[in-house]
């Protein structure tokens, strides 16, 4: 059975700084592309960050550019998520996703990725 599971969620204080993991179990996502959305409340659901297969390409929302960092290691089936200068803003649950595709072509669009976490929580206080 494919699972993602992030991890690294928490209370943070604006301007801090959050680390998120997720790892992938069930078969290898090395030859996927991967991204992170999130979503507040009362909200829908929102493009944060993606990486192709090799991690050679990046995207970032607007709003994260600059202060967020996604990237990969392969050999842990693992993708992170580094969180700076941290804004109420911020606060969302975050998912962890997975593309059928190595480089999808749409990475912002969530119908790209089938397989997704089960999310954790990130709060930013003011």
């Known amino acids: 059975q494919v699972q993602l599971v992030e991890s690294g969620g928490g209370l943070v204080q604006a301007g801090g700084d959050l680390g998120l993991s997720c790892a992938a179990s069930?078969?290898?996502?090395?030859?996927?592309?991967m991204a992170w959305f999130r979503q507040a409340p009362g909200k829908d659901l929102e493009f944060v960050a993606s990486?192709?297969?090799?991690?050679?390409?990046?995207d970032y929302a607007d709003s994260v550019k600059g202060r967020f960092t996604i990237s990969r290691d392969n050999a842990k089936n693992t993708v992170y998520l580094q969180m700076k200068s941290l804004k109420p803003e911020d606060t969302a649950v975050y998912y962890c996703?997975?593309?059928?595709?190595?480089?999808?072509?749409?990475?912002?669009?969530?119908?790209?990725?089938?397989?997704w976490g089960q999310g954790t929580q990130v709060t930013v206080s003011s």
């Open positions: 996703a997975a593309s059928r595709w190595p480089t999808p072509e749409n990475p912002r669009c969530p119908y790209e990725y089938n397989d």
């Open positions: 069930g078969r290898s996502f090395s030859n996927n592309g």
């Open positions: 990486i192709t297969w090799t991690g050679e390409s990046t």
